[in-house]
Structure formats: structure tokens, C-alpha cells
């Protein structure tokens, strides 16, 4: 699995880091000052929640 995560301190800290490799999850981050890394990701979610959320 993969999460994404913009660079929050609560998302770059090492206890964050260190759950995330016990559950097998990678974790993915943007570069600063780019909106874009996330663009795909926010799309598909929005798509998400109007078909499944917004019925």
C-alpha cells in the first residue's frame, strides 16, 4: 500500500515512519512548493466521494 501525504510534520516524523514500515505500507510524499504530485490522486478521490459518498 501507498500513502500519500503532503509534508506535515505529523507525516515526516520518524515514530510516523517507523508504524508505517511495521504495516508494510510506503510512504509517498510531494516535492515542495508543487501542487501537481497530487493532482491524480486528489481527482480520484473527489470521483470517490461524489459516486460512493454524494449518492
Known sequence: MIFHSDRGSEYTSRKFGRVCGELGVFQSMGRVGSC????????????????????
Do not use: C, G
Request: charged letters at 30%; zero cysteines; glycine letters at 0%.
Open 36 to 55: 501537481f504530485d497530487n493532482a491524480v490522486r486528489e481527482a480520484f478521490n473527489s470521483v470517490l466521494k461524489v459516486e460512493y459518498v454524494h449518492r
